[in-house]
Every structure is written in structure tokens, then in C-alpha cells.
């Protein structure tokens, strides 16, 4: 691809930096719900003032315009559009992101719009059972209509969902994300739910002639097979099909993969033909995020991971991490070969479709100590590259994640991917050493 068509981005999300929950009309979500909860949360940290985005917005467009991105990527906080999911519009919600967009625009950033990035309201949680109940398709579809109306005339660049797999496993699988339920059996019916909500979505962008592309972002670390064995090597595409094919197959081929309806049996709900049809080339890009890799086998290996007993396994492969690689804050294997494979791995299965590296990055401690990032964005980066420019990928654009220290969930501010330091504690926005190395890289691959 021509490198004056790659996109150079950096990118946040609502809940993580805007704070300001209880500004300007919107609405609590599922995670102030959930980080009210003793334990949830590292510290019992949440997103009350989180970076002050909402009111230092200016400020951060200001540190892309320094970084040279051409893009940022935003989530919107449908809290703050549609204070119960539905119904009456909050005027305010649309201001700030007016804003936020017309300033982008006048410093030469292309904004990049993200519609769900985590942050249900708490009413459709509570009285609608939120994911899990099938009318949220269409309340999701009223609120992107919201968006599309109000924003649509200027943003050309959209992601319906953030991370699906993050959603429906973390979320209603494991309960270590909000709302925190526990349950296989959920996490399927919400990844179906949140196709649906995908699809219908896209029709609709498409039935009115919006302009621009509408893509869905879907994450997984690549999966090295132990040894050339073909049942290691199947095991390892197994692994990856179930974490990124199973959102993203129904998108570009209008079904599950076929390897999770074998294994799954009655846990993965099932399609209408008109739901396949729908669902059927309904992403004019994929959204790639990526940070880490493991070796899996088909069978166990001394040293691998232990099998946890839920949703984890259902894939039924072991993990195996050498204790001699690298490893960030988060405990993620610092390999960049693997996302160089992943992006051959995604053109050859869905026909070299658009691809953008939606998130990559790196959680390092401190702000001073920046060496282990610097690396990882100049190594990651060069692989991504490759993939490019020697393997014929369709790599359309890259966004390091994130562009601020924020809160990072559960974890609240003791995992640190940003760019630029910043916490509640402390909202001087101070760039670190990365922030100038891929402001360097930038600069030499336009």
C-alpha cells in the first residue's frame, strides 16, 4: 500500500480518559457500577476524573498535532448521547463531541469513531438485562442512528464495536469485566447479540448512504504452534479462530466458524439464513488490536499454563510462554514477530481484506523508565511494516494505544500504555521518551 494512503493514529477510549461521570447529563454505565463494587478494581480506581478529557480535550489534541498522527481514535460514551439507551437525546453529549471532532478537524485529524467501547448505560443493564436480551440489537441501532445524524456529516471513519471477544468473555464469562457475570453459556448469546447489533448497524450506515467505512475492531494475541506437528499447528489456527474468527468470519463470511459450531455444539447460538445474509460482508475493514503472543500445543507440555475451567478452554489447547522472553508491566510476551504472523494469518482467511491496527502498545511502569517501550513500538512497528511492504498485507493504518496513561479497567492506573503520563492524581501531561521515538517514526514513513 502506498504510503501516502497509511493512517499514523493514536488512540483512547471514553470511560478511560474523559471523566466528568456525572457532568452535563450523562448517565452512570456498567463500569461506575462496577467499579463501585469493593475488589473489582485495582485500588478501588474508576473513571470520576480519569484524565480529564472531557474538560483538557484541547490539551490532548494538542499533543497529537506535536505527535504527527493523521488520526485519532475516540470512543463515544453512549451514557452521555442517550442517558437511558434510548429515548430523549442529551443536547450536551452532542456539544462535547462537536467539539471535540470540529477541533480535530481544524488541526488536520482525521477523527476515527469507535461507537461502543465498553461503556453500556446502567438503565439498559438494569432494566433491559442489557447484552442479553435480544431488543438491545435494535436499541444499539437507534443509538448509532444518533451518531451517524449528529456526527456523520464530518467523521468518515467508524468502528461499531471495541473488542466483542472482551466483551462477551471478560464480561459474561469470566465476570472480571462489567457487569461481571459468569457464565459460557452467556458469552456466547452476548457475542451473538453483538453481531447482530453489528450488522443491523452497518445496513443501516448503508441503506442511508452515510459516507465513509464502517469496520468492527476485533483483538488476539498470535498463537505459535509448540512444534511443526500438525496437530500443533491446528491446534494453534483453532486457538486464533476462536478468539478473532469468531467475530470476525461472521462479518466477512456470514457464519461461525465451522471448528467452534463442531466443538461448542448447542453453547453457540445459531443464525438465520437472513441473519447470514445480513451479516455477510458487513465490514468494509477489519480492526486489528494486538500486544502479545504464546506457543500452544495439542496436547500438554512441561511448563505449560494451567487449564482455568471456564471459557478459556474451550478451544481445548495449552499455552506455553518461555520464561526466558520478555515480558511487560501486564506480563505480555514482548514478541513482535507474532503480529507480523497475525497479519499474514487475517489476510490469507479473509481475502486480504483492509486492515487497521486499531491498538498495539505497551503497559511499562513509570514515566521515566520508557526503554522497554521505546522498543516495543519501533519493533512492532517494523514488523507491522514488513507484513505491509514485503508480504503484500493490506495494512491500511496503525494506532499505538493509547495516547494517555488512563484507567485500564480492572487494573486501574497501575498499568501504563500512554504515550504521555498523566492520572487523576497528577493531570500534568508529560510526554515520554516513546512519545518522541514514534513521533520520529512517523515523520520518516510518510
Known amino acids: 500500500m502506498p504510503k501516502k494512503n497509511f493512517i499514523w493514529g493514536s488512540a483512547t477510549a471514553s470511560y478511560q480518559i474523559e471523566g466528568a461521570v456525572n457532568e452535563d447529563g450523562r448517565s452512570p454505565s456498567i463500569w461506575d457500577a462496577y467499579c463501585s463494587i469493593p475488589g473489582r478494581t485495582a485500588a478501588g480506581e474508576n473513571g470520576d476524573i480519569a484524565c480529564d478529557s472531557y474538560h483538557r480535550y484541547e490539551e490532548d489534541i494538542k499533543l497529537l498535532k506535536e505527535l504527527g498522527v493523521d488520526s485519532y481514535r475516540f470512543s463515544i460514551a453512549w451514557p452521555r448521547i442517550l442517558p437511558n439507551g434510548s ?23 482525521t477523527p476515527f469513531v469507535t461507537l461502543y467501547h465498553w461503556d ?19 436499541t444499539f441501532v437507534n443509538y448509532a442512528k444518533v451518531c451517524f445524524d449528529a456526527f456523520g456529516d464530518r467523521v468518515r471513519h467508524w468502528i461499531t464495536f471495541n473488542e466483542a471477544w472482551c466483551i462477551s468473555v471478560l464480561g459474561y464469562g469470566t465476570g472480571s469485566h462489567a457487569p461481571g457475570h459468569r457464565s459460557r453459556r452467556e458469552a456466547y448469546l452476548v457475542g451473538h447479540h453483538l453481531l447482530l447489533a453489528h450488522a443491523k448497524t452497518v445496513k443501516l450506515f448503508r441503506d442511508n448512504n452515510c ?59 445459531e443464525f438465520s439464513a437472513d441473519e447470514k445474509a445480513l451479516l455477510k460482508g458487513s465490514a468494509d475493514f477489519i480492526g486489528l488490536n494486538h500486544y502479545s503472543t504464546k506457543c500452544v500445543s495439542a496436547t500438554p507440555v512441561e511448563g505449560h499454563l494451567p487449564l482455568c475451567g471456564n471459557i478459556f478452554d474451550d478451544a481445548r489447547v495449552y499455552s506455553w510462554c518461555d520464561p526466558k522472553w520478555e515480558k511487560t508491566q501486564m506480563n505480555w510476551n514482548l514478541l513482535p514477530w507474532g503480529l507480523r504472523k497475525l497479519l499474514n494469518w487475517i489476510a490469507k482467511r ?97
Open 87 to 109: 429515548g430523549e437525546v442529551n443536547q450536551a453529549g452532542i456539544d462535547y463531541y462537536n467539539k471535540l471532532i470540529d477541533t480535530l478537524l481544524a488541526n488536520g485529524i
Open 120 to 138: 453500556l448505560p446502567l438503565e439498559l443493564q438494569l432494566c433491559a438485562n442489557g447484552w442479553l436480551d435480544r431488543s438491545i440489537v435494535d
Open 211 to 269: 459516507e465513509g467505512i464502517i469496520g468492527i475492531t476485533n483483538n488476539t494475541e498470535w498463537k505459535e504452534p509448540m512444534t511443526g506437528k500438525p496437530e500443533d499447528i491446528e491446534a494453534a489456527d483453532r486457538a486464533v479462530t476462536f478468539d478473532f474468527g469468531w467475530f470476525t468470519d461472521p462479518v466477512v463470511y456470514g457464519d461461525y466458524p465451522q471448528v467452534m459450531k463442531d466443538m461448542l455444539g448447542d453453547l453457540l447460538p
Open 350 to 446: 479473509y481475502n486480504n481484506i483492509p486492515i487497521y491496527i486499531t491498538e498495539n502498545g505497551c503497559a511499562c511502569s513509570g514515566i521515566e523508565d520508557d526503554d522497554q517501550r521505546c522498543r516495543y513500538v519501533t519493533e512492532y512497528i517494523n514488523a507491522a511494516l514488513e507484513a505491509r511492504d514485503t508480504d503484500n498485507v493490506n495494512l491500511a493504518g496503525y494506532f499505538y494505544w493509547s495516547l494517555l496513561d488512563n484507567l485500564e479497567w480492572a487494573y486501574g492506573y497501575s498499568k501504563t500504555f500512554g504515550l504521555v503520563g498523566c492520572s487523576p492524581d497528577d493531570l500534568t501531561r508529560r510526554p515520554k521518551k516513546s512519545f518522541y521515538v514514534y513521533k520520529d517514526i512517523i515523520s520518516k514513513n510518510r
